[in-house]
C-alpha cells in the first residue's frame, strides 16, 4: 500500500488530535465555570480546637480539593462546643448569601452531653430545611455515639444521620471520625480531638464523599 503524504495525512493528524481533545479526560476534575463557596459549619471538630487555622478541618479539605483540581472556597464556621441547636441559632449568619454549598458536622456535642436525640435530630433537619429553602444544598457529616451511653441511646442517635440524609437525598458521610476516634496518637491529649495528622486522615476519608458532593452543585 503506497504510504500518503502531504495534506492528505496533515488533515488525518489533524482530526485525530480534535477526537482525542474530545474524549480525554480534563485536567480539572469538574468542567467548573467559577469557584465554589462552601461553608464548613461545625463544633470544635471543625474549628480546629488546638490546632493553628491552616491545619483545621475547611483548611486542610480545600487545599486536597485544590491539588485535585478544584476551584473551591472553604470558610470555617466551626464554634468550639456548639450543639446543633446552636448550630441552627446561627445558621443564617454563619451561612452568607451566595453559598454553594455546606458541609454540616454538628452532633458531638449533644452526644457528650447526653442530650435527648430526637432534639439533635429536631436541629439538624430544621438546619437542613432552612439551607434547602435558601436553595443552599446540604452534605451531612454524621457522628456515633459513644459506646458508654447504653444500647437505646446509640440506636437512636447513630441513625439520625442516614434517616435525616435518605429523607432529604444528603450527601452522607457516616462518621467523621472515622479512622481517628479512639487512636491516641491521633488525638490531642483531651483524647477528643484530633491532631493536625489526624485532621489529614479525616479529611483523606471523608474527599470522595465531598467530591460527590461537588458533582452535584456543578450539576444545578
Not at 36 to 56: C, F, K, M
Request: hydrophobic share 45%; with cysteine; charged share 25%.
Amino acid at each position: 500500500m503506497k504510504r500518503q503524504s502531504g495534506p492528505f495525512m496533515t488533515i488525518i493528524f489533524a482530526c485525530a488530535a480534535a477526537l482525542v481533545a474530545m474524549i480525554a479526560p480534563s485536567s480539572t476534575p469538574l468542567a467548573q465555570e467559577r469557584t465554589l463557596r462552601l461553608v464548613a459549619l461545625g463544633d470544635s471538630l471543625t474549628a480546629g480546637y488546638g490546632l493553628p487555622q491552616e491545619a483545621a478541618f475547611p483548611a486542610v479539605l480545600e487545599r486536597a480539593l485544590k491539588a485535585k483540581g478544584y476551584r473551591v472556597e472553604i470558610a470555617n464556621a466551626g464554634v468550639s462546643g456548639d450543639t446543633s441547636s446552636g448550630g441552627l441559632d446561627r445558621l443564617d449568619w454563619s451561612v452568607p448569601d451566595g453559598t454553594d454549598g455546606v458541609i454540616v458536622e454538628l452532633g458531638a456535642n449533644d452526644m457528650l452531653r447526653g442530650l435527648d436525640p430526637a432534639v439533635t435530630r429536631r436541629s439538624l433537619e430544621t438546619i437542613v430545611e432552612r439551607l434547602k429553602a435558601r436553595n443552599i444544598p446540604v452534605m451531612l457529616a454524621g457522628m456515633y455515639a459513644s459506646r458508654n451511653l447504653g444500647a437505646d441511646y446509640i440506636r437512636k442517635f447513630d441513625i439520625l444521620y442516614s434517616d435525616i440524609a435518605k429523607r432529604h437525598d444528603l450527601v452522607l458521610y457516616p462518621f467523621f471520625l472515622d479512622g481517628v476516634a479512639g487512636e491516641r496518637s491521633l488525638n490531642l491529649p483531651d483524647g477528643l480531638h484530633p491532631t493536625v495528622k489526624g485532621v489529614e486522615i479525616i479529611v483523606e476519608r471523608i474527599l470522595p464523599s465531598v467530591e460527590a458532593f461537588l458533582a452535584r452543585l456543578t450539576q444545578r
